[in-house]
């Protein structure tokens, strides 16, 4: 066994494919069934299957296979499941794109069955793209379990669960006013509405009493709805208008008599304090049509275009007719002002278009019921992490509308519903039904809508395991372990998952729900392709390797705070792969010949630098389990990484190179102890970085001699707590920190680091002086000195710099090791420079010009910036103080 094992260079395309291919064909994955040990199971959240990975499934999909791989180290059963979501807008509008642009068609050219086929032939072209993607970062998923929504199965589940619903009276068809996009031309529910502020005008207008006594002012920044007004609303307490209640005014340009009414909804203090009602196109004026049983005139049809009931502004688009409207009350003279405003509107959260309140018929969700037993279920039965996230899930409960389901588009889940043709009946089924059961006609028509795509999604922990059918993994898997998912789906998704699991399995569908932040720019800006700020993960991961942008991403998954992302940073972790990388090839190149080690029992070892980096090794084991087994993956990552670059490689690696070289019972020991440090390193590593440990683990020597196992399917190394040697760290962490002020002197004075220095440690005890003299051929080494004292009663000349580490006292003589003068001019001249660029930064910050006007993440940056200085100035200072 030698360093030929591992080439000179790591090189992450070919190993990552090698590694990808062997796991898959080997079903490495998949999990044994019937399962012989706890199970453990996460169902992937499905990406859409014509979708492309951003950054942030990158981080949610390497959170979720760090979880697995642990779980499978700790001998549990695990199953990913992996899978993809229709996406029904989202996909029927790239189809409907590309059949325009390609061929000058809409869906309705083509008609439904070929419109559908069309999609189905867009899916399998491009649906396979996701499921590479996936791949190149890594996933421990079992593909031969890979699911859609609309796959038989799953279609089968979305039917019985509509139908049960239906028939427990929780599913009912009705008008109602919903939230309508008039570019997909279908219903959205409440969230799947983008709010965004916009900068609007707000116009008061005078409407006439009916009786000739005055006018009644209100104000709205929709003129274009006035056309559908069948009331105006004051406050019953407003001293204003208390006399106008139950006379009535004249809506202008229609001249149609309308009610002044009395509600306490009214907010007094905007605008006038009247406010227009129009039923057909606000909800809250819905709920108030409700309530005062008013009229209900619908002047917007569903393409966004004024109908017949708008009057002379009939064909108009709305926006257009907004303008015309307001311009046709001031040639009537009844303008009253007109002001710029701030609102909020929506937006449809796939096209962006505006969203119009809208009338129609749809199916609905109650929601109440359902809701109520989520919120009962948490934390008892499903913990959030963090639980900062509790009050936003309860609050969303607590006010939850009914679920607008249907959807007028093609692509999705029809709706199991028919009707019958003869007596007018509704059919809700689980599969087609023959005949209405009411009349026994055969002609039964299918409603046209299909399912909102979130509901199909609301069914996935359980659809995915077969559910309906009583299957091995439904028994084995559900509930799944834990959800790893983004904020921004806690409504959408996660919500909707708890109230249908707990409807149709009577149980929670995870048992924890990890919430992860957003992945933002190094400035902590949202990635935006506006901005031009976004980070393609697969472009990363062909510049550096997919071990780097994992690691990168986890190392900075802090619990509840966004994660700052840059390329650098992704650079940075691909060295730690090359650190991990060479120190594996040194390792390789100091094994035996033959790859037999001679075994040892770590707990016996002799050597404080062995037993240091063996109990260290053990905290990092403990450590590792209990930063994965509460999410908190920074830690793990960073635990690992100072662990790695810093304890095993740039100490103890160069602890051993003279035991190495000294062969006998020295080489055998250090080869041991560094095999096995290295292996069990690797095991812990695995988990975020599976391509490199695996390649790694398969060079190495392994202790029956026989090929390399898997380390995809290597357990946890178990714990020695013989290794636990706390005096022996302490005495080796005391030698560190007396190497590290030797340095730390020849770094700040500038000294050459190949000049050899002459150093003196006055030991604080006996005790002390006893380790230091033990370990003075490693101190003269790693601190470079050609001359080395260690004395308590050593006199310290004069000219000599001084640091207290560990309680002993380093002093480095400084005569003939540093040109005083040419130090002095070079500190000078670096504290001008730095003080130069204090003084100017901290003028711009002084300026309220410009911390109103620059965008925040800059003068956060500067003001980092400035913090950086202080300290850097600090510490010139010091060390110039010593030259003084």
Not at 130 to 158: H, N, P, Y
Not at 762 to 775: I, T, Y
Not at 866 to 875: G, H, I, M, P, S
């Amino acid at each position: 066994m030698s360093q030929e094992n591992l080439p000179k260079g790591y090189d992450p395309a070919a190993i990552e494919q090698q590694w990808r291919d062997h796991w898959e064909q080997n079903k490495t994955f998949t999990p044994e069934m019937p399962a012989k040990s706890a199970s453990y199971s996460i169902v992937i959240p499905p990406p859409n299957v014509t979708g492309n990975l951003h950054i942030g499934h990158a981080l949610n999909l390497t959170l979720q296979d760090i979880l697995c791989r642990h779980a499978r180290q700790q001998g549990k059963t695990v199953l990913w499941v992996p899978g993809y979501d229709h996406a029904g807008i989202a996909t029927q509008n790239v189809v409907e794109r590309r059949l325009a642009a390609d061929e000058g068609k809409s869906r309705d050219d083509l008609g439904r069955e070929a419109f559908l086929e069309r999609v189905w032939r867009w899916k399998e072209e491009y649906g396979g793209n996701i499921t590479r993607q996936v791949k190149a970062m890594g996933c421990s998923v079992d593909w031969t379990r890979e699911r859609f929504t609309m796959d038989e199965g799953l279609s089968r589940a979305v039917r019985k669960v509509f139908a049960g619903l239906y028939k427990q009276g929780l599913v009912y068809k009705g008008d109602y006013i919903v939230n309508w996009c008039t570019r997909c031309h279908t219903a959205l529910a409440d969230d799947e509405v983008d709010h965004v502020p916009q900068k609007t005008k707000l116009w008061s207008f005078n409407y006439p009493l009916e009786d000739g006594s005055g006018h009644i002012t209100i104000a709205t920044v929709r003129p274009e709805t006035i056309l559908g007004d069948v009331a105006i609303a004051v406050h019953p307490e407003d001293e204003r208008y208390q006399h106008l209640v139950g006379k009535k005014a004249i809506l202008p340009i229609l001249r149609r008599p309308i009610p002044i009414i009395a509600d306490n909804y009214v907010d007094r203090e905007f605008g006038t304090g009247a406010v227009k009602i129009t039923p057909a196109h606000d909800l809250n004026d819905w709920l108030i049509g409700e309530k005062h049983k008013l009229e209900v005139v619908q002047v917007i049809d569903d393409a966004g275009i004024m109908n017949a009931k708008a009057g002379p502004f009939a064909g108009l688009p709305k926006l257009e007719a907004r303008e015309k409207v307001a311009a046709e009350f001031e040639k009537l003279g009844l303008l009253a002002k007109v002001e710029d405003y701030e609102n909020s509107i929506g937006l449809c959260y796939r096209c962006k278009e505006i969203i119009e309140p809208h009338i129609s018929t749809q199916w609905f969700v109650s929601m109440r019921p359902l809701a109520d037993k989520a919120i009962a279920a948490v934390p008892s039965r499903t913990q959030l992490f963090p639980d900062t996230w509790l009050k936003t899930y309860y609050h969303w409960l607590d006010t939850v509308r009914d679920w607008c389901v249907s959807r007028q588009i093609w692509w999705g889940h029809r709706i199991p519903a028919w009707t019958c043709g003869n007596c007018g009946a509704l059919l809700v089924e689980e599969e087609a039904p023959q005949q209405c059961d009411q009349c026994g006609c055969a002609e039964l028509q299918q409603d046209q809508d299909v399912l909102d795509t979130w509901f199909s999604s609301a069914l996935w922990p359980f659809s995915t395991l077969g559910w309906p059918e009583e299957t091995q993994d439904l028994k084995t898997f559900y509930p799944t372990s834990v959800l790893v998912t983004g904020f921004d789906i806690l409504f959408f998704w996660v919500a909707r998952m708890m109230m249908l699991g707990l409807q149709f399995m009577d149980e929670v569908p995870f048992r924890h729900v990890y919430i992860h932040a957003l992945v933002r720019d190094a400035d902590g800006r949202k990635m935006s392709k506006s901005i031009g700020n976004v980070i393609d993960p697969l472009e990363m991961i062909g510049k550096y390797g997919t071990d780097a942008l994992r690691f990168t991403l986890t190392a900075f998954a802090a619990m509840g705070r966004d994660i700052r992302l840059s390329e650098e940073r992704i650079d940075g972790y691909r060295h730690f792969v090359n650190k991990i990388w060479n120190a594996s090839r040194f390792a390789l190149m100091n094994m035996p010949a033959d790859g037999q080690l001679a075994p040892l029992d770590p707990g016996r070892v002799e050597g404080i630098h062995h037993q240091w980096i063996l109990h260290r090794l053990e905290e990092v084991k403990a450590d590792t389990l209990k930063s994965i087994g509460s999410y908190r993956f920074n830690d793990y990552a960073q635990g690992l990484y100072k662990f790695i670059w810093t304890e095993l490689c740039d100490w103890y690696l160069e602890l051993i190179k003279t035991d190495m070289q000294a062969g006998g019972e020295k080489q055998t020991a250090a080869q041991y102890v560094l095999w096995t440090v290295l292996r069990e390193t690797l095991v812990l590593l695995h988990p975020v970085m599976p391509f490199v440990t695996a390649e790694v683990w398969a060079a190495l020597p392994t202790p029956d001699g026989k090929p390399a196992t898997d380390i995809a399917l290597e357990p946890f190394p178990a714990a020695r707590p013989a290794c636990l040697k706390a005096e022996a760290a302490a005495q080796m962490s005391m030698v560190q920190e007396a190497i590290v002020a030797v340095r730390t002197i020849r770094a700040e004075l500038n000294i050459a680091p190949a000049l050899r220095l002459k150093a003196i440690i006055k030991p604080q005890d006996d005790a002390a002086a006893c380790v230091l003299e033990s370990q003075r051929p490693v101190i003269e080494a790693l601190a470079r000195l050609g001359e080395l004292v260690i004395d308590v009663r050593a006199a310290a000349p004069r000219l000599a710099a001084n640091q207290v580490a560990s309680g002993n006292e380093i002093i480095v003589p400084l005569e003939g090791a540093v040109d005083f003068e040419a130090e002095k001019a070079r500190l000078d001249k670096e504290l001008v420079k730095l003080e130069k660029e204090l003084a100017m930064l901290e003028g711009k910050l002084a300026n309220p010009n410009y911390l109103e006007k620059a965008p925040p993440h800059l003068v956060e940056r500067d003001r980092a910036r400035v913090d950086e200085l202080k300290d850097a100035a600090l510490k010139l200072k010091q060390v110039r103080a010593r030259f003084a």
